[in-house]
């Protein structure tokens, strides 16, 4: 059964909340392209990432739409260290401050969109991800009501921009792209959408959930 033959069996939304309404932030994350590497491969590849890296989370913001749900993704400023240029999720290191992975998601989204916390409900969480960047990283995905308005912080956000969650979700977006990482090229996938690229750690992230939503349903 296709993704979209799944959204008009059950309302998506129904089935998110199933899907993530038992989940804690923090679950133990599989490593990067397991696997398609050796386990002397995966010893070595090992060394890029550090012994404790730090700990991130990102929001992914679900935007209730009449035409259905829609995914809000950022593309970040070309002058950062970190992921220059890149389609991500709003989201940064979580401080000794915040409460939880929850907390520093939405404090990151109104520092980097404006998007005020009132107008986001938590549904849950995806499994941590690793990346190259040396963080260790929470998806929290929230549902936002609309009639928000956002502010970006040009700093660090250039563009905003939604995409339907049925796109994302539909396994026929999700193409093969070869990538070198220590010397051994292994297949990652990006998701491109109106010209733009969905690669890297966000793409792994909704291929993830989409992933998680075709279980559900077997």
């Not at 990538?179 to 292994?186: M, R």
């Amino acid at each position: 059964m296709t993704v979209p033959d799944l959204i008009a069996a059950r309302p998506l939304r129904t089935r998110i909340e199933s899907l993530l309404r038992d989940t804690v932030p923090g679950r133990d994350p599989e490593f990067p392209y397991a696997a398609q590497f050796t386990p002397e491969q995966i010893d070595l590849l090992r060394k890029m990432f550090p012994a404790e890296p730090a700990r991130a989370a990102v929001l992914v913001p679900l935007v209730e739409r009449p035409t259905g749900l829609q995914v809000l993704l950022t593309q970040r400023a070309s002058h950062l260290k970190n992921h220059p240029g890149q389609i991500s999720f709003p989201g940064g290191r979580i401080e000794s401050a915040d409460a939880g992975p929850w907390e520093a998601a939405l404090r990151e989204t109104r520092e980097e969109i404006g998007l005020e916390p009132r107008f986001v409900t938590r549904a849950g969480y995806l499994q941590d991800h690793l990346v190259i960047s040396g963080f260790r990283v929470t998806p929290a995905v929230g549902f936002v009501q609309p009639g928000f308005n956002l502010h970006l912080d040009e700093t660090e956000v250039e563009n905003v921009f939604e995409v339907p969650l049925e796109f994302v979700l539909d396994v026929r977006n999700h193409l093969p792209r070869d990538h070198s990482i220590a010397g051994h090229t292994v297949i990652t996938h990006e998701i491109p959408y109106e010209g733009r690229q969905i690669w890297g750690a966000t793409a792994s992230m909704l291929i993830t959930f989409a992933r998680l939503l075709r279980e559900m349903q077997a």
